[in-house]
């Protein structure tokens, strides 16, 4: 679906994402975790066509997608939720769900979007409760929801997911992981960006690990779970510390 | 006497992986390899440095080549934690193999390491056509060596029942094998021939035992041996490579075509190279063979010369894997011999006798396989004041060295005491090393 090889991205002098490789398989949830500031939103972003990498190859279903804009990579099926919501917050509910079809329109399936519709908010029933209500008056997490309603009218192939639980209470946390997870037993392939390493793990197929632009660790979430790297990465605590330690 | 099996695999998607999809996970797994050994052990940051490596600007598989070699040396100068990659409290399991410099090479594992090497050897039985309704004896030594411990764990992993039988006591063996009515016989080559010999003694026939399967590796064997060994037991015979240092059993091993040693390119990277040149040969050309490991996370090694001389076999098998398959082990690039399964370097014994002797002793090793198994002799020379001591004195100088060369190398030696330059034209004509065992 996704492979990504020897990805060098820099904001001007500065390297934020050194050679980079990995890949997501159809059908997985795929996890990357790390600390702040380790170069996973810029990942993302690589990905969409908002950064243009320095060097390296990103090829979506077999597709070079590196030179793609971002309309046309989305229009090839990828979509993203970026992180802290964005939502139009001066639009309803409902509107906000409806740019989300906008590449359905373009499409030609402008029939769908009403089914479409009925199923995200089968998805997120609050949603629907709130359907006439302005964005911007919603909590969080519903923010959240409506986020990625909006990137799922778009009917991706690839679900792209920038922290979702970012700012969010634990237990609306959860259900954010839990609908990612339905997301993606109906089909949809995930990649999903977070700092909180245990949630995200907990709902993948599997994971790779950045640290300072690096992928230090890749293997299935279960791996990845029980390696101790995670929980340097996540809480950024330095090996040499740790191995002070050690008899 | 085996009809055409089914081909069975215990992680399908993992050993038939499409080749392009390989070629990017071994990218993926060895740029997290490189960046992680650069970052946590010493010895890696000091040897890329040294030679300008640069880990980032790892592009391809290929690079590697850019990259100095690890040696035996190494790991034996890093003893006895000095190349782990994370801190000793996430180690869980240590083993050990024959070093040099007075010192055993030490191998960490942590609960990860020890899951994936469960599942590569569950992999090596399964090629080998045993099934979770394997009854599986085990004859390895348990203790420091790989070989017991890993083979066990993978034939638990299957869901084998597991006879941890342990080396030796050949009558017990057959009893066991006998009663219990062990479907699978994991051995040396040349225990399971001296087992063919013990079982003529013991008036024991193939058709009183329930073998099926014979699972043989840790050290090198022919062709007419594995003939032997399936018409007299009975089973179908595969080879597997094992090598401490990079995990143990679970590198590669043979399916039951019986044509070469699937390697797991998932978790090793292999190259075959010119151990004089270092340069690497080219594909199916004989070489030495050199492994890095993608997945390990305490013992990680980069280009690790293993001192095992084989080519490669780039053509698919028909079993469906899909990796590359290496030769059987026939010789080494180096002086390293193994006997009765333990890795002996002539270097340990000089060191031995250096300790008891003073410097530069003067010995010569003999091995040799009167019949199935192997007899090691250490000729020592010794001063005449020594040789011309009483009796008492004399035999317990000889015991001192018995004794020192067993718990250092892990192996019994014969030791003989010979008067001074006896051993001149012998070590002139045959070197300090005499195997027999090479016809």
């Known amino acids: 679906m996704l492979r990504i090889r020897n990805l060098d991205v820099a904001y001007g002098p500065v390297t934020v994402l050194r050679r980079v490789s990995l890949h997501v398989n159809k059908g997985e949830v795929v996890a990357i975790v790390g600390a702040n500031g380790a170069g996973k939103t810029t990942l993302l972003k690589t990905i969409t066509g908002l950064v243009r990498p320095r060097a390296g190859e990103i090829a979506l279903e077999g597709q070079d997608v590196v030179r793609t804009s971002t309309e046309q990579t989305v229009a090839m099926g990828c979509s993203l939720v970026p992180e802290g919501r964005q939502v139009f917050a001066s639009m309803s509910v409902r509107d906000n769900l409806l740019m989300g079809a906008h590449v359905q329109y373009r499409r030609g ?17 609050v949603l629907e409760k709130r359907r006439d209500q302005f964005a911007g008056t919603l909590s969080g997490g519903e923010q959240q929801m409506l986020a990625m309603g909006r ?62 632009g690096r992928i230090v660790l890749q293997g299935t979430a279960e791996e990845l779970l029980a390696n101790q790297d995670v929980q340097r990465a996540y809480l950024g605590r330095d090996v040499n510390e740790e191995q002070e330690g050690r008899p | 006497m085996t009809t055409k099996e089914l081909p069975a695999y215990w992680q399908p998607d993992a050993e038939c992986l499409d080749r392009e999809e390989l070629a990017q996970l071994q990218l993926e797994r060895l740029e997290a390899t490189l960046s992680r050994v650069y970052r946590n052990v010493p010895f890696y940051r000091k040897y890329f440095d040294d030679v300008n ?22 790991l034996a100068a890093s003893y006895p934690y000095g190349l782990f990659a994370v801190p000793l409290r996430e180690v869980v399991r240590l083993h050990a193999s024959g070093g040099s410099a007075g010192h055993a090479l030490v191998m960490g594992y942590t609960r990860n390491d020890l899951k994936t090497w469960a599942n590569l050897m569950a992999r090596v039985l399964v090629a080998g056509g045993v099934t979770k309704d394997d009854v599986v004896q085990i004859t390895f030594d348990y203790g420091l060596f790989t070989g017991a411990f890993g083979v066990h764990q993978g034939a638990e992993r299957l869901g084998a029942s597991v006879i941890p039988a342990s080396s030796g006591n050949s009558k017990r063996q057959l009893k066991i094998m006998r009663d219990y009515r062990t479907t699978v016989l994991v051995a040396t080559p040349s225990y399971a021939l001296h087992l063919i010999d013990a079982m003529a003694e013991a008036g024991v026939v193939a058709n009183q035992l329930s073998l099926r399967r014979a699972l043989l590796g840790g050290e090198n064997w022919t062709e007419e041996q594995r003939q032997r060994i399936e018409q007299e037991l009975h089973v179908t015979a595969t080879d597997n490579y094992a090598l401490s240092e990079v995990m143990g059993p ?27 040149t270092m340069e690497r040969v080219r594909p199916g050309d004989r070489g030495e063979l050199v492994l890095t490991t993608l997945t390990k996370e305490a013992f990680p090694l980069v280009r690790y010369r293993t001192g095992e001389l084989t080519s490669l076999i780039p053509e698919p098998c028909p079993c469906g894997r899909t990796s590359v398959r290496m030769r059987p082990v026939r010789a080494r690039s180096d002086d390293m011999l193994t006997v009765k399964g333990v890795n002996v370097y002539p270097s340990q014994v000089e060191e031995v006798l250096e300790g008891i002797q003073g410097p530069e002793p003067r010995f010569q090793l003999v091995v040799d396989r009167p019949q199935t198994l192997d007899e090691a002799t250490v000729l020592v020379e010794v001063s ?47 070197g300090r090393v005499v195997d027999r065992r090479r016809k």
């Open chain 1, 109 to 125: 399936k402008k029939d769908e979007v009403a089914a479409d519709l009925q199923r995200v908010y089968g998805l997120f029933p």
């Open chain 2, 384 to 430: 005449e004041d020594v040789f011309f001591d009483e009796m008492k004195k004399q035999s317990e100088f000889r015991e001192r060295i018995v004794r020192r060369l067993a718990s250092e190398l892990g192996v019994g030696f014969e030791v003989k005491l010979v008067t001074r330059k006896t051993l001149d034209d012998a070590v002139a004509q045959g």
């Open chain 2, 250 to 276: 679970g590198i590669a091993g043979e399916c039951l075509e019986r044509n070469g040693l699937h390697v797991f390119e998932d978790h090793f990277l292999v190259e075959v190279v010119d151990p004089l």
């Open chain 1, 151 to 212: 990137a799922l009218m778009a009917r991706p192939s690839l679900l792209m997911l920038d922290e979702p639980s970012m700012g969010l209470a634990p237990l609306v946390m959860r259900d954010i992981f839990a609908t990612v997870s339905r997301v993606a037993s109906e089909g949809c392939t995930v990649l999903l960006v977070e700092q909180n390493a245990r949630s995200a793990l907990k709902i993948a197929d599997r994971g790779y690990v950045l640290e300072t």
């Open chain 2, 53 to 74: 490596f640069d880990t980032d600007a790892v592009r391809s598989t290929d690079d590697l080549r850019r990259l100095p070699f690890t040696a035996k040396r190494d």
